[in-house]
């Protein structure tokens, strides 16, 4: 049973046009969610996040939109760069219900985002 | 380094055999977690500690995977008479400023 989804596994994308990525989630007690970035060969990165209490949270290029009755969220990277070309994981965690402060989070199964230059 | 530091990056290890991975948290991180990742898939949760106590194995998939830290630092992750599904990366990771840092993890080859 995929908490976490992804149902992107790849997207391409030109350079300095906006990279959206999409992530959809089932557990209705997950309310930290998480990007990490992953290059070949390296251990996920972490990029942003959100907690449920709002709906978007930014960082320089990198934006994520939290929809909770939808149970969506969504990284957009503007623009994009021929170095965000990673493995992207969606990840998310109950806090609220986590024992001490055992915030172990459930991913994605990635996307794959590659930017043409 | 100042990163999560794992050991070894490979290991291949004949059906049956017994093997253990090292993970180096970064100094003065208290909470150390264990991941699991197959081809393909996002990492999985196995097991996290808090310094040397060992507060949540309810990822581990069987009795064949035991995890320590005894104290409070190194962790060594060991896998018994492993099998065929055990091969993956397996990702450790420490957490500070409300952050999970991970390492590189051990890829881990079964034959």
């Known amino acids: 049973d995929q908490q976490v989804k992804q149902n992107s596994p790849s997207l391409s994308v030109q350079e300095g046009r906006i990279s959206i990525l999409n992530c959809d989630y089932t557990n209705s007690m997950f309310d930290y969610f998480l990007w990490y970035k992953k290059y070949p060969a390296e251990g996920p990165t972490f990029l942003i996040s959100?907690?449920?209490?709002?709906d978007k949270n930014e960082d320089g290029r990198f934006t994520v939109f939290l929809n909770k009755s939808a149970k969506h969220l969504s990284l957009h990277i503007v623009p994009s760069q021929p170095g965000d070309s990673a493995v992207y994981f969606c990840?998310?965690?109950?806090?609220?219900?986590?024992?001490?402060?055992?915030?172990?989070?459930?991913f994605g199964t990635g996307t794959r985002l590659t930017i043409i230059p | 380094g100042a990163g999560v530091s794992q050991s070894p990056r490979y290991k291949v290890a004949k059906r049956g055999q017994d093997v253990a991975l090292r993970c180096d948290p970064i100094s003065g991180h208290v909470s150390l977690f264990w991941y699991q990742q197959a081809l393909g898939q996002g990492p999985e949760f196995l097991t996290y500690f808090q310094n040397e106590a060992q507060l949540d194995k309810s990822g581990l998939p069987s009795d064949r995977f035991f995890a320590e830290r005894p104290e409070g630092s190194v962790s060594t992750l060991k896998i018994q008479r492993t099998q065929q599904e055990d091969s993956a990366v397996y990702l450790c990771a420490s957490r500070g400023d409300e952050k999970l840092f991970f390492g590189s993890g051990t890829q881990l080859s079964v034959l």
């Open positions: 990840a998310a965690s109950a806090l609220s219900v986590s024992n001490f402060g055992n915030e172990k989070l459930t």
């Open positions: 959100i907690s449920s209490i709002k």
